[in-house]
């Protein structure tokens, strides 16, 4: 086999070569990858997780579920913060958590992705390259993130065990459909064999469709309802619960398969209580030069409503918002929901360093049709956000009571992880 990478840098190169956002549709390409490396039926058990919100928080509470049960557990989620080495991520039982798989255990495998594929997709390359290295790591099962839709999703090449349904709402509308029930058609298309569906309480057009799809294949579908209120979990905010309840119902059916007892319940204490996602309504505490900061991911309506359902359950009115989106993405109602539950505390939009991303002027403005006019747009360039951040540690009403939101996107709190990657973990130090 001709080594066509040496290092991970190597690696790194050929993904900035093929883009982080180039799609294909089509799952030829990754059907032909897996058979060629005899993983279309991986020798691990394979949960899928689909939906529009909540599916990150959701694979990382089954992932902890399985850990504390003694399982050895691959987590592939998306999108990355800072490096693609946080979207694979492997743990076994004498850890708490799943851990990046080490930058230099990928070389091997990804020579051999490329000696049979070289024409996959960023997302194509990266899945596929995490199928083989939680085969080599000898895990037991593996929670995959679904990216985008269901149909084309290059998660669904591969046979699943069970499919996991988080609350499916409008996004990605000019890709997979401009209305729910197409963007609904399009993830309940992943349903593919007998595999048992495990789903959330959803909109009335999104459960015809998964209904109409396991019903064509068999399928069974359990209803899954939130984590019980006297069960503690590690992610905040009442809408994990919904997530937490998926998680453990999907737990449920994979735990006999995986031969271990789905009724143990410290074990499932342990597991919702060591679950841990960046950015998914996350505090960190201020220090000489971040004011105190509560970071999440919500970048749609459906997302943001849960968002300020949270910050009312816990009394929170943020002292300021950084805002900012992608322009794909359906983020004007989400920007002036959170304006409006701002008050008159200012906001600070600015411009991802993204060719997706929506103007800060045009977030401004939009947020500024309703008053009081407090929102700003920040000029664009790569200080913007260190802008944002300094002009919301020196508003006097800061404290630890009342911290900076920074919402809208991802790849917003990609920006603020690359500056301070120690967040990436529980806190700041």
């Known amino acids: 086999m001709n080594t066509t990478f040496s290092t991970h840098a190597d690696i790194q190169r050929h993904l900035d070569g093929l883009g982080l956002f180039h799609m294909d549709m089509g799952l030829g390409r990754m059907r032909r990858a897996l058979a060629a490396l005899n993983l279309a039926r991986p020798p691990f058990v394979v949960a899928q997780v689909l939906g529009t919100n909540g599916k990150g928080s959701t694979s990382a ?56 594929a070289p024409e996959l997709t960023y997302f194509e390359f990266l899945t596929v390259l995490a199928l083989l290295g939680f085969a080599r790591e000898g895990v037991e099962l593996a929670v995959l993130e679904a990216g985008l839709g269901g149909r084309h999703d290059a998660t669904t090449a591969v046979a699943a ?20 029930a197409d963007i609904a058609a399009d ?82 204490e342990r597991g919702l209580m060591q679950a841990f996602m960046p950015g998914r309504l996350q505090r960190l505490v201020g220090t000489e030069s971040l004011p105190p ?51 008159e505390a200012p906001m600070f939009a600015i411009t991802l360093d ?13 947020c500024n049709s309703l008053p009081p006019a407090s929102a700003q747009a920040l000029p664009q360039g790569p200080q913007a956000l260190a802008q944002a951040l300094e002009l919301a540690r020196a508003l006097p009403t800061v404290s630890e009571a009342r911290p900076v939101l920074m919402s809208g996107s991802l790849y917003l709190l990609s920006e603020f992880f690359t500056l301070y990657p120690q967040g990436l973990t529980h806190g700041l130090t």
């Open 61 to 116: 509470f089954l992932a902890s579920l399985a850990l504390a049960h003694g399982c050895r557990v691959g987590l592939y989620t998306s999108p990355h913060f800072i490096s693609p080495t946080e979207r694979i991520r492997i743990g076994g039982p004498e850890q708490p958590a799943c851990a990046p798989w080490p930058a230099e255990s990928w070389v091997e495998p990804a020579n051999q992705v490329m000696a049979v």
């Open 354 to 366: 993204n060719h997706r991303a929506a103007a800060a002027d045009d977030i401004a403005a939009a």
């Open 293 to 343: 900061l509560l970071l999440d991911g919500a970048h749609n309506p459906h997302g943001m409503a849960a968002l300020i359902k949270a910050l009312r359950a816990e009394g929170i009115k943020p002292a300021a918002a950084i805002f900012s989106c992608l322009a794909d993405k359906d983020w004007l109602p989400a920007a002036q929901m959170l304006k409006h539950y701002l008050g």
């Open 161 to 180: 065990d069970l499919l996991c349904y988080a609350p499916i709402a409008l996004d990605h509308k000019d890709i997979i459909g401009p209305t729910l």
């Open 187 to 268: 993830k309940a298309a992943a349903i593919r064999s007998a595999a048992p569906v495990c789903s959330v309480a959803q909109f009335p057009e999104a459960a015809k469709a998964l209904e109409n799809a396991a019903r064509t294949h068999k399928a069974p579908i359990f209803r899954a309802s939130p984590a019980p209120a006297g069960l503690r979990l590690a992610l905040n905010g009442p809408h994990q619960r919904t997530n937490a309840g998926l998680a453990l119902a999907a737990w449920q059916q994979l735990a006999p398969m995986l031969h271990k007892n789905a009724e143990d319940a410290p074990a499932q």
